[in-house]
């Protein structure tokens, strides 16, 4: 693989698109009005940005591989670079593309750089929303400075009706896991990133690409996703404009905030995970239940009652590990009989959406993209989202993509149990407003 910042010796000032350098140094002194480099002449601009080199053994200088993907012309660029290609395409969903330009059109440069920018005003005419145009935007600075020009199939966009594809030769540099992460950047093109970075167009924080599956999740659309194709040597970047199946709208409202009717018994909806296999374990009192829901919520009551005994079996435990949790089994034991009335209280405050934090929501990922996890995965997952700030059983619920009843019954009165967890209010369990709080006592002792 060819480094960017080899030193071209055969290709100077004449290989370069003089209108592509001029646009170029608009945008820099627009950015950086006051910078010294300014000032100077064309060849020692490029040489400070990266684009030009000098080989200090033998005083030749020339294009670097860098300047020449951002400055020159497709049909120089391909002299040294045979494999070089980039391609725009779009359909309606059909075999026909409805618009599609490329690099050998010989319509424009078919530069690196003039190719960021077509793309990114097609983009910004064609989506109205300004954080989904500068995400896709964020996807394809990424696939520019990350390609491998030397490899086959060229850099290509493709937009159809549902989704982006960004695909471009080249593997991943850090595991796939880590790519939406805030990780540090392994980067294949130093000075392209630099070339790219200095109009302000990426950061070399490696957190770009998580910046953008934190705004899809915002707008509730499917998880972006990465393949690498080994054999093609091909990364393929999707993202997707469909929404997920959790939608913010009155089923998802149904779904997580269950409300009561006037006479306080009869329950509007039963969730949607009710008869989802693979939720089998968080709503087995459901399944075995088939006449009404009224029965349903006497077992949910034993249920309740069995776990307030395993706080009274337990209590000396308590004691040992501290005296807050021994209130905490008193306040069950007193009013685990008010229990209907938590429902009534809480179930029927909707969970505000517009409230969870980004971070919570890229926390519980894991727990809403598979269904089936163990036990300690899903109360690490618990504790890492409460550390963050103190949640509530819905909220828990509705980040999680599981029963409210499930998630309290299965996972944090075991928590509390174990002194991990611990209640807002601990003297009234059933408060209108409970939520359960990261315990920064257990991580001292």
Sequence with gaps: MLQDNLILEHYGLNELNFDTIKSYRDRFAE?????????????EFLYKVGAWGKVRDTHKEGVTLAGLLLFSEERIITEVLPQYFLEYRESKGNEEWTERFTSQDGTWSG????????????????????????????????????????????????????????????????????????TVSQLRNPNIVKLFSLLGLCERSGSGLKKVKQNWSLHHYKTPAIDQDVSMHRTVVMLSLSTQERQVSSSEKDTYNTSIDDSGNNFKDVEKYQNTPENDVEIDSYNKNEYSYNK??????????????????????????????????????????SYNNEQGENSSNLVNVENIDTKLWDIAALAREKKRLSPNQMEHIILELCKEKPLMLKEFAYLLERTPDGVRNNYLTKLLRKGQLQLKYPNQPNHPKQAYLFNKKDIEK
């Design 296 to 337: 349903e919520l006497i077992e949910e009551l034993k249920s309740y009652n069995n776990d307030v005994n395993s706080f009274n079996k337990e209590d000396n435990y308590y004691n040992n590990e501290s005296d807050l949790y021994n209130n905490d089994v008193n306040s069950y034991n007193n009013n685990h009989n």
């Design 31 to 43: 950015v950086k009005p006051a910078h010294p480099w300014n000032a100077l002449e064309t060849k």
């Design 111 to 182: 530069n690196i750089f003039d190719f960021y920018f077509h793309i990114h005003e097609i983009v910004r005419n064609s989506e109205p929303q300004p954080s989904i145009a500068s995400s896709l935007t964020e996807v394809l600075i990424n696939m520019l400075i990350h390609a491998d020009y030397n490899g086959e199939g060229g850099v290509i966009l493709e937009k159809q009706p549902s989704h982006y594809v960004f695909s471009n030769p080249g593997l991943l540099l850090v595991p796939t896991d880590s790519v939406f992460s805030n």
